[in-house]
């Protein structure tokens, strides 16, 4: 375990003092999809540093995480990211393996390319190509896969575009980062023309480039992802998994995930990896629509995300397998299994905050929470919750009892 959260210089001084069998993985930042990759790595003996800009994160400390530090904010300095990076990977005696957990970091690793840092995902182009909704919309509509009705506004006038979608309707980025920098959200539900206008002259002045997309008729509890890892040589290992309860519901978070079965999802979703060229882990997110009776695409993550522990439980740790195939290493692939993942904390405070919603979770499965017994078992397992583990549950006990916050959007 991460006894403390250090400084960059103390971190390095105490990594020459250790000695690892075997390269160690480095994940930032070191919040609650953090953990639950330090956890799937640790799970096969790799040992994991968790880097971030704050020590208030759950990763740190874990007992998966060996070591955690401060590394300058990509944001803010990228050059000096690298440099923070590879001050760590020269105190090592492996090249250690990268595991970006937020879009920022992906750009970051991806972007500076640190050396003596192994990346086991695609190259910034390809991330970029994946990320920037134009070309992923693009991509889908040449493979005929469904998304919302989409109207990129650098090539259409806006109020045509609004013509034809109607209102409420929504407003979203090309590429995330930058409208999250400008705006604090990744979308923007606009209800009229005004409204409207006022979120595409903000963007058009910053030189962001936004779509206007209708609002999906969301059928609320039935949104899927396929969760996988793909190689460099093509092979996939994935999940299907149903975000079946979201805190706030409707449009949150994910707090409840359960495996599905969903061949054609999972086809449709394969087909653009394929078609981008794209390798590593990630997250192709769907909704049903109500209306045309089918799932259409909305966005693929190119990273780890809140419930990765999810396939991990179903018996696919795609951390582990890039983590293999960046050393070199091996990693039988098997079926997946049923699985359910839950986020206690925002689970809870659904229970507690809207009478009208009905609990999910069997007798069964709360007794083996709350004994720990689900450790030991497989089917049911948590995010950052694990009485064998109690640090990154104790922080965010703290954070919400008055402790210092940790901003994720996850």
């Not at 086809?267 to 590593?280: N, V």
């Given at each position: 375990m991460s006894r403390q959260f250090t400084s960059i210089a103390d971190l390095c001084a105490t990594l020459e003092d250790r000695s690892f069998d075997r390269p160690p993985a480095i994940v930032s930042n070191a919040h609650i999809t953090g953990v639950s990759v330090a956890r799937a790595l640790a799970a096969h003996g790799v040992p994991v540093i968790a880097l971030d800009r704050t020590g208030d994160g759950v990763a740190?400390?874990?007992e998966a995480v060996v070591a955690a530090g401060e590394v300058t904010f990509p944001l803010d300095d990228p050059?000096?990211?690298?440099?923070?990076?590879?001050?760590?990977?020269?105190?090592?005696?492996?090249?250690?393996?990268?595991f970006p957990c937020m879009d920022e970091w992906v750009h970051a690793f991806a972007e500076t390319e640190p050396e003596g840092v192994r990346?086991?995902?695609?190259?910034?182009?390809?991330?970029?190509?994946?990320?920037?909704?134009?070309?992923?919309?693009?991509?889908?509509?040449?493979?005929?896969?469904?998304?919302?009705?989409?109207?990129?506004?650098s090539e259409v006038d806006p109020d045509g575009a609004a013509d034809q979608l109607g209102f409420p309707l929504v407003v979203k980025p090309a590429r995330k980062r930058e409208f999250e920098e400008l705006l604090g959200t990744n979308v923007v539900e606009v209800a009229d023309r005004e409204e409207f206008h006022d979120v595409v002259t903000e963007a058009d002045e910053a030189g962001v480039r936004v779509m206007a997309q209708e609002k999906v008729?969301?059928?609320?509890?039935?949104?899927?992802?396929?969760?996988?890892?793909?190689?460099?040589?093509?092979?996939?290992?994935?999940?299907?998994?149903n975000a079946r309860v979201r805190y706030p519901?409707?449009?949150?978070?994910?707090?409840v995930v359960d495996t599905v079965s969903d061949p054609e999802l999972e086809?449709?979703?394969?087909?653009?990896?394929?078609?981008?060229?794209?390798?590593?882990i990630s997250e192709a997110e769907f909704v049903y629509d109500r209306d045309r009776e089918e799932y259409v695409l909305l966005d693929v993550n190119t990273r780890p995300w809140k419930w990765i522990s999810m396939p991990v439980e179903a018996g696919a740790n795609l951390p582990y397998a890039a983590y293999a195939d960046a050393v070199g290493a091996e990693y039988e692939w098997t079926d997946p299994d049923n699985a359910r993942w839950i986020y206690l904390p925002d689970y809870l405070s659904l229970l507690a905050s809207t009478p009208s919603f009905r609990d999910v979770l069997s007798n069964e499965e709360w007794t083996a929470l709350l004994s720990g017994e689900f450790e030991?078992?497989?089917g049911l397992t948590t995010g950052v919750y694990r009485p064998s583990d109690p640090g990154p549950a104790l922080q965010i006990l703290e954070t919400e009892f008055g402790g210092p916050d940790y901003y994720c959007s996850c």
């Open positions: 740190p400390p874990s050059d000096g990211f690298r440099d923070d990076v590879e001050s760590v990977a020269a105190a090592l005696d492996h090249d250690p393996v990268a990346r086991p995902f695609a190259d910034r182009d390809v991330i970029a190509n994946v990320l920037d909704k134009e070309s992923l919309y693009a991509t889908a509509e040449e493979l005929g896969v469904p998304f919302p009705e989409t109207y990129r506004l008729p969301v059928a609320t509890g039935e949104d899927r992802s396929l969760a996988s890892y793909r190689s460099p040589d093509g092979e996939v290992l994935s999940v299907v998994g519901q409707g449009y949150g978070t994910s707090c086809a449709d979703a394969r087909s653009i990896l394929e078609e981008s060229g794209y390798y590593g030991s078992t497989r």
